[in-house]
């Protein structure tokens, strides 16, 4: 089983740039898709961007262009490049990892979530 941290939230001016980390423990990272997602309280959480196993990323039409997914299997990384952020981007990001598995379903874990706050 996977596990997630999330770390590089804080508070940017609009128009700045964070990159946000999430870094898993546990065996077979590798074999998960991961995404980031967002959420602002009393609201669903929003796919913002995910990556698959083979490096293939798609983003949400809000952020494309702005925001960048990578991930390092080696580090067991999958950092989010923002840039030009917007004030209606405040919210709590969170990374998931999931991967289905014939025997089980769908398995997946969510990390704890970083605070972005966007605001002059």
């Known amino acids: 089983q996977v596990r997630l941290v999330e770390s590089g939230g804080g508070l940017v001016q609009p128009g700045g740039s964070l990159t946000l980390s999430c870094v898993g423990s546990g065996k077979s990272f590798e074999v998960y898709t991961v995404a980031w997602y967002r959420q602002v309280p009393g609201n669903q959480r929003e796919l913002v961007a995910s990556v698959t196993t083979s490096g293939v990323t798609k983003y949400s039409d809000s952020v494309k262009g702005r925001f960048t997914i990578t991930r390092d299997n080696a580090k067991k990384s999958v950092p989010l490049q923002m840039n030009n952020l917007r004030p209606e981007e405040t919210a709590r990001y969170y990374c998931?990892?999931?991967?289905?598995?014939?025997?089980?379903?769908?398995?997946?874990?969510w990390g704890q979530g970083t605070q972005v706050s966007v605001s002059a």
């Open positions: 998931r990892a999931e991967r289905f598995d014939y025997g089980r379903g769908l398995l997946g874990a």
